[in-house]
C-alpha cells in the first residue's frame, strides 16, 4: 500500500475530519477526500462512515488504523533514536506519574531541569492509569510500585509512607490527638479509598475509618488533600515526600503509617541510549538524593 495514503488516512481517522486532518497535513479537504478514496479502492473496502457530524471508522477501518498506530508508535521510537544520537539533549519527552507526585514533587523541580536542557520539551502525563511503555504510552514512567512488564528498565528511586499531617494553627485551635481514639473529635481529609490511588494508602484510610471519624472530606488526589490541611480544615492521610517543601506539614500520630511504597523509575529497553531518556533519569536522582539528605538532616535536628 501507498505509505502517502496510509499517512493521510491515520490524520483522518485520528481526528475524524477531513477538515481537521487536512489542516493538520497542510493539504485541502478535496485533496484528503482523494487520497482515502484512492485508498478504499485499492483496498476494495469502506473505511469510514461518513454523516452530517463528522466521520467514524468501519470494522475494516478500525482494523487498518490499528496497524497505522502502531506503524506511527514505531517511527516515533526511531525518530527519537535517531535524534538522540546527536550529543546535544533536545525534543519531547513523554514523562507519566501519577497526579499526587507530579504535581507535588515533581513539576516544582522541573525548572532546574530546564535550567540545564532549555530545549527540552516535556509533556508531563499526570493520571493514576498505568500508561504502556513499550507501545509508546509514554517515554518514561515515575511509579508507586515496581512495573510488571519485562522488556522495561527500572530503578528504584525511594520508599514512601502514607502519614497523618495537619498544621501546627490547626492543632493549637483544635488540639492533638494522643490516639487513634482522639481522631473522632477531628476531620479526616483522605482520598476515597474507592478511588484510584496507592493500595498501601487506601489500605490506610480504611483502617482509620473503623474507628469513630464523625467528620470526612475525601478528595480524589492528594493535592485536594494537601490544599484542605494547609488550610487548617483537618487532619489529612498525605505522602512523607512532602515534609520537606512543606515544612508548615506537622506529623500527627507518628506511629500511624501505611505500608512502604516503592517508587520506581521505568523506561523501554529500546531507549536504553537515549539522552534524554539519560538527563531526566540523572535529574530524578540528583533531586532524590537531595530529599534524603534534607530528611536526614531534619530528622538529626
Known amino acids: 500500500m501507498d505509505w ?26 478535496s485533496a484528503v477526500s482523494r487520497q482515502v478514496r484512492a485508498l478504499e479502492e485499492s483496498l476494495n473496502a469502506t473505511l469510514f462512515h461518513r454523516h452530517a457530524r463528522g466521520l467514524i471508522l468501519t470494522e475494516q477501518g478500525e482494523l487498518l488504523f490499528d496497524a497505522t498506530r502502531a506503524m506511527m508508535k514505531r517511527l516515533d ?26 504535581t507535588l514533587w515533581l513539576a516544582p523541580r522541573l525548572p532546574k531541569l530546564y535550567e540545564k536542557y532549555p530545549d527540552l520539551k516535556i509533556d508531563l502525563m499526570l493520571e493514576e492509569r498505568v500508561l504502556d511503555l513499550p507501545m509508546r504510552e509514554a517515554d518514561v ?25 495537619a498544621t501546627q494553627s490547626y492543632l493549637d485551635a483544635r488540639g492533638e490527638p494522643a490516639s487513634l481514639d482522639d481522631m473522632s473529635a477531628h476531620r479526616l481529609i483522605c482520598q476515597n479509598p474507592r478511588s484510584a490511588q496507592v493500595g498501601a494508602g487506601a489500605m490506610l484510610v480504611n483502617e482509620l475509618m ?14 485536594g488533600v494537601l490544599q484542605g ?32 511504597v516503592p517508587v520506581f523509575l521505568a523506561y523501554p529497553e529500546e531507549l536504553r541510549h537515549s539522552k534524554r531518556i539519560a538527563a531526566f533519569r540523572d535529574f530524578v536522582q540528583d533531586e532524590i538524593i537531595s530529599y534524603r539528605k534534607t530528611v536526614k538532616e531534619q530528622a538529626v535536628s
Not at 519527552?93 to 499526587?100: A, F, I, M, Q, W
Not at 473503623?210 to 493535592?223: A, E, G, P, Q
Request: aromatic content about 6%.
Open 210 to 223: 473503623t474507628n469513630d471519624i464523625s467528620s470526612l472530606l475525601t478528595v480524589n488526589n492528594y493535592f
Open 77 to 102: 521510537a526511531a525518530t527519537a533514536r535517531i535524534r538522540d544520537s546527536e550529543e546535544e539533549v533536545f525534543g519531547d519527552l513523554r514523562v507519566t506519574t501519577t497526579t499526587g507526585f507530579g
Open 141 to 165: 514512567a515515575i511509579r508507586m510500585k515496581e512495573p510488571s512488564q519485562a522488556d522495561l528498565i527500572r530503578k528504584r528511586l525511594m520508599s514512601v509512607h502514607m502519614c497523618l499531617y
Open 229 to 260: 490541611v494547609l488550610n487548617d480544615l483537618g487532619i489529612g492521610v498525605l505522602p512523607d515526600y512532602l515534609t520537606r517543601d512543606f515544612p508548615q506539614l506537622v506529623r500527627v500520630l507518628p506511629e500511624v503509617q501505611s505500608v512502604e
Open 4 to 29: 502517502d495514503k496510509l499517512r493521510i488516512f491515520h490524520a483522518v481517522a485520528d481526528a475524524g475530519s477531513l477538515t481537521h486532518a487536512g489542516e493538520q497535513l497542510h493539504l485541502s479537504q
